[in-house]
């Protein structure tokens, strides 16, 4: 019995003695087909509700921050979600604490932080847990992929805006780039703990139960 791991790949692509490009394939053609290409349809011209795509859009590429942070550390996300994704989030948005300082924001770094944690909050956790995003988020067309507004009184981040296109765009160019990095065979250290994820990932301490073939009617 074969099985498909991806849109373009059966189980033989990872077969004993599989390469790392093998499996860098396997990672690209997961997370595009299954999560990115989509969420790019929902924004085609061509898709007649396009305009209260948004929060489905959302929902795809939020999925995205947590897992990259693994691939990049060679770690299990396992009880700590909140961390993992917080990084993963500043590698897409990496030159976000250098636009806070230049925008005239004290402690840019731990700025950026905080607004990495408040997405987590506000958007993965209301998009995965509540079915939608919770009060500090605002989604809509705009200038940026990200935006915030500050609470005056407290300093705290009072709100943060996302254009689901741009912030798409972001992503897709971090995959983009991530997957070209791991395929420079110079960068041993960056491949070395994909693979150690991946592997991680793929493998399971106990046995798959298998259903019986699907009846199609």
């Given at each position: 019995?074969?099985?498909?791991?991806?849109?373009?790949?059966?189980d033989?692509?990872?077969?004993?003695?599989?390469?790392?490009?093998?499996?860098?394939?396997?990672?690209?053609?997961?997370?595009?087909?299954?999560?990115?290409?989509?969420?790019?349809?929902?924004l085609?011209?061509?898709?007649?509700?396009?305009?209260?795509?948004?929060?489905?859009?959302?929902?795809?590429?939020?999925?995205?921050?947590?897992?990259i942070?693994?691939?990049?550390?060679?770690?299990?996300?396992?009880h700590?979600?909140?961390?993992?994704?917080?990084?993963?989030f500043?590698?897409?948005?990496?030159?976000?604490?250098?636009?806070?300082?230049?925008?005239?924001?004290?402690?840019a770094?731990?700025?950026?932080?905080?607004?990495a944690?408040?997405?987590?909050?506000?958007?993965?956790?209301?998009?995965?847990?509540?079915?939608?995003?919770?009060h500090?988020?605002?989604?809509?067309?705009?200038?940026?992929?990200?935006?915030?507004?500050?609470?005056?009184?407290?300093?705290?981040?009072?709100?943060?805006?996302?254009?689901p296109?741009?912030?798409?765009?972001?992503?897709?160019?971090?995959?983009?780039?991530?997957?070209?990095?791991?395929?420079?065979?110079?960068?041993t250290s960056?491949r070395q703990?994909?693979?150690?994820?991946?592997d991680?990932?793929?493998?399971?301490?106990?046995?798959t139960?298998?259903?019986?073939?699907?009846?199609?009617?």
């Amino acid at each position: 019995m074969t099985f498909q791991i991806s849109p373009q790949f059966l189980d033989s692509k990872l077969q004993p003695g599989c390469t790392l490009e093998d499996k860098i394939d396997v990672f690209e053609d997961r997370m595009n087909g299954w999560l990115l290409q989509h969420a790019n349809a929902l924004l085609d011209e061509k898709y007649t509700r396009r305009k209260d795509a948004g929060f489905a859009v959302l929902t795809l590429v939020t999925g995205y921050f947590e897992p990259i942070e693994s691939y990049h550390s060679g770690r299990s996300s396992d009880h700590q979600s909140k961390a993992f994704f917080r990084r993963g989030f500043l590698r897409v948005f990496l030159n976000l604490p250098a636009t806070l300082k230049s925008n005239g924001f004290a402690g840019a770094d731990q700025l950026a932080v905080e607004i990495a944690e408040e997405v987590y909050i506000h958007l993965r956790c209301g998009l995965f847990h509540e079915g939608g995003t919770k009060h500090k988020l605002v989604v809509r067309q705009d200038t940026a992929p990200l935006g915030f507004m500050l609470d005056v009184t407290t300093g705290d981040v009072g709100s943060i805006v996302i254009d689901p296109g741009k912030f798409l765009a972001e992503v897709q160019n971090h995959l983009n780039n991530y997957v070209s990095q791991l395929r420079n065979t110079s960068e041993t250290s960056l491949r070395q703990n994909f693979e150690t994820f991946f592997d991680l990932k793929m493998s399971s301490p106990q046995p798959t139960i298998l259903p019986p073939p699907a009846v199609v009617k």
